[in-house]
């Protein structure tokens, strides 16, 4: 067996059924899991539509490259989206499908990384432990960089150690973050890209909260906004990485696409052909249409707002708490994040994360520790619901 799988820690949900192992909440209360960040709204009529009339193509292999019409379709959103010049992006040689962004972020460190060179993979801390993992199987050491409210939880690019970056061959970035809802602005994204050129190694840039955010005048950018800006006009050291999970409401359909730098592309296609990832055909199809319409993610962006709206009036007396920049969570201070969870649990059957299950010790101790992920992916009247209960939790205690 692989010796590095024996350094994987649990997954957080794992920890999270450990921890609640035991608990009998009250059966009067209906669950409500708020732990884990899998949108609940209803999926556009004209995508579920597009999957079913498509199941005949079930009959056929799909290609790794993908339908052309699809990467087409993720051309377009991108430069829709990021306002770039038309042509920028080339449907051709900077677009590949992937099966969500997980799949993709696993794969990529797989093959982006050179074990000869005693590699780093440099990435935020808290994360999505997909990073710590990927990176591990990769043969590379994962180093973290924190982010907590002293740096708006952006990671410190700058406290990174120079002998860090000689090492580094990928930074992962988040933005907008999990957990924190932190954006990452063009100038820090611009900062990232100098450091990859400098030290020599690539920026990948785990984009699928990017539809979610508070105000519909300023969009969160993006890297690939940043590498324009900075002289990049081939995406050079680039790759991004989107979902419709987050932003069209259909986790299970598992589409998602990375764009940028046709020169790391190019190999990576040539891995994933080996890796038999192939989207799909049907799922492609069921894609396009949801890539070429922008009218149902400012209808979903309404129904977050609605939820922030709603439950940080009933929250902000009892816990430490803000509306973050973008994405569905909150990410409040508590005394004791699993005693909070599991109490919760106990006591008012909801459900939330650990902050220091997404998190790791680092020279500077645990940065989730002493906070809990609340994930607002339940409809309005559950949240609302919730965020009562929590509050009668914490008025109880």
Not at 101 to 123: C, G, H, N, S, W
Not at 151 to 169: F, H, K
Request: a negative charge; charged letters at 20%.
């Amino acid at each position: 067996m692989n010796p590095s799988l024996s350094r994987l820690q649990p997954y957080p949900f794992e920890r999270l059924r450990k921890l609640f192992a035991g608990a009998q909440p009250p059966s009067d209360l209906a669950h409500i899991s708020m732990s884990i960040g899998e949108p609940r709204h209803t999926p556009p009529q004209f995508v579920l539509d597009a999957l079913t009339a498509n199941l005949n193509t079930l009959s056929s292999y799909p290609a790794t490259l993908g339908l052309p019409q699809f990467r087409s379709a993720v051309a377009g959103w991108l430069t829709r989206r990021f306002s770039l010049p038309q042509n920028a992006v080339n449907p051709e040689t900077m677009v590949l499908p992937v099966n969500g962004t997980r799949e993709a972020l696993f794969a990529f460190a797989q093959a982006i990384t050179d074990r000869a060179k005693d590699p780093l993979i440099v990435m935020p801390n808290p994360f999505y432990q997909i990073y710590e993992g990927a990176a591990l199987l990769a043969g590379a050491e994962p180093w973290f960089m924190g982010s907590d409210r002293s740096n708006e939880y952006l990671p410190d690019l700058d406290g990174v150690p120079a002998e860090v970056w000689q090492r580094c061959q990928l930074l992962f970035l988040c933005s907008p973050g999990n957990p924190t809802g932190a954006v990452a602005s063009v100038a820090y994204l611009r900062r990232a890209l100098e450091l990859a050129d400098k030290y020599d190694f690539v920026v990948a840039s785990d984009e699928c909260y990017s539809e979610i955010y508070a105000d519909e005048a300023y969009p969160p950018p993006g890297l690939l906004q940043a590498a324009l800006a900075a002289g990049h006009s081939g995406f050079e050291r680039c790759v991004v990485f989107h979902s419709l999970s987050k932003r069209s409401s259909v986790p299970g359909l598992r589409s998602g696409f990375v764009a940028g730098d046709p020169a790391i592309l190019k190999p990576f296609l040539l891995y994933r052909t080996y890796h038999g990832c192939a989207m799909p055909l049907h799922t492609q199809l069921a894609s396009i249409p949801a890539w070429n319409d922008d009218a149902h993610v400012v209808a979903n962006r309404e129904l977050y707002r609605q939820k922030f709206a709603q439950v940080l009036p009933i929250l902000r007396d009892v816990l430490d708490v803000a509306a973050p920049e973008a994405s569905f969570y909150l990410w409040p201070r508590v005394e004791d994040d699993e005693r909070f969870a599991r109490e919760l649990f106990e006591r008012k059957h909801v459900t939330v994360l650990p902050g220091s299950y997404i998190a790791r010790e680092s020279a500077h101790g645990n940065p989730g520790r002493g906070r809990v992920r609340i994930s607002l992916v339940a409809n309005v009247p559950e949240c609302v619901e919730a965020a009562q209960r929590i509050r009668d939790y914490l008025t109880e205690r």
